[in-house]
């Protein structure tokens, strides 16, 4: 049976751990050739050979999405390797470093330099990678799909409020960015996800308090569980496939149920 994505080409950021190495590792399974692009590129490497070893076709890049030489360099890797792109990920993404010991910063704790990292990665990366696909897909003539990794924080009041406010933007985007480029056969979606286990926000899967954090976060989601990478891989995986050839302009929640609200008297 051929996988969701068979035979095209998918560019993946943040591809060196978390969902974006979940992402290339599914989609090769499904069928697809990825360029694994990180700004670490030993860690990029690292999820090329992973996805090679199960019998995918990958190559990894060193891209940093702040950068826009640095994204259109991503995307013409992805046409010389393959000789096409159909599909780019915006996954890459950071958050503000909690407080030790407590968690989420308030916003007026928050230092201007790491807000404005957070805000060239969150939501500059996410435009540079549409800029840059969407130039590629008008040249092939044929369409294409852009996912981008949002979050539930990009929904509702959760997970701190510059980093729900990058989010927000990509919400948005997905939405104003779907209709514009919609006559061109290009569909524009987004995945949001609630709590993960991923390195970020101090949620470290090799962490000593990593069963805490885990319970915390179940009780969180009314399904009682952790969002794993790979729950919200799958969603981009769906996204990108022809399964939602008539779907754009989505963000999709992949929380547990947490945006669709609580049960009475909890």
């Not at 943040?14 to 360029?35: D, N, Q, T």
């Not at 891209?63 to 991503?74: I, M, T």
């Amino acid at each position: 049976m051929e996988g969701l994505v068979q035979g095209k080409v998918a560019l993946v950021t943040g591809a060196g751990s978390g969902v974006g190495r979940a992402a290339v590792l599914l989609f090769c399974e499904h069928g697809a050739k990825v360029i694994a692009a990180d700004i670490n590129g030993a860690n990029a490497e690292e999820t090329a050979a992973l996805a090679k070893a199960a019998g995918g076709e990958a190559v990894a890049v060193t891209c940093n999405v702040a950068d826009p030489a640095s994204v259109d360099a991503a995307v013409a890797a992805a046409v010389a390797a393959f000789g096409r792109l159909d599909v780019i990920y915006n996954n890459a993404g950071i958050t503000i470093s909690p407080v030790p010991g407590r968690g989420l910063r308030s916003l007026v704790e928050c230092d201007p330099e790491e807000m404005k990292r957070v805000e060239d990665v969150n939501i500059n990366g996410v435009v540079y990678g549409c800029q840059a696909a969407i130039r590629q897909f008008e040249v092939q003539g044929s369409g294409g799909a852009i996912v981008s990794t949002a979050s539930v924080a990009g929904l509702m009041g959760y997970g701190g409020v510059l980093y729900g406010a990058t989010k927000g933007a990509v919400v948005q985007l997905t939405r104003a960015l779907a209709i514009e480029v919609a006559d061109k056969g290009i569909r524009v979606n987004a995945v949001c996800p609630a709590g993960m286990l991923t390195h970020y926000a101090g949620m470290d899967p090799d962490s000593e308090h990593r069963g805490r954090i885990l319970e915390g976060m179940g009780k969180a989601h009314p399904l009682g569980r952790a969002i794993d990478p790979r729950d919200t891989a799958s969603a981009a995986l769906f996204l990108a496939s022809d399964l939602a050839s008539n779907i754009t302009g989505v963000n999709l929640p992949v929380d547990g149920g947490l945006s669709a609200g609580r049960k009475a008297g909890g």
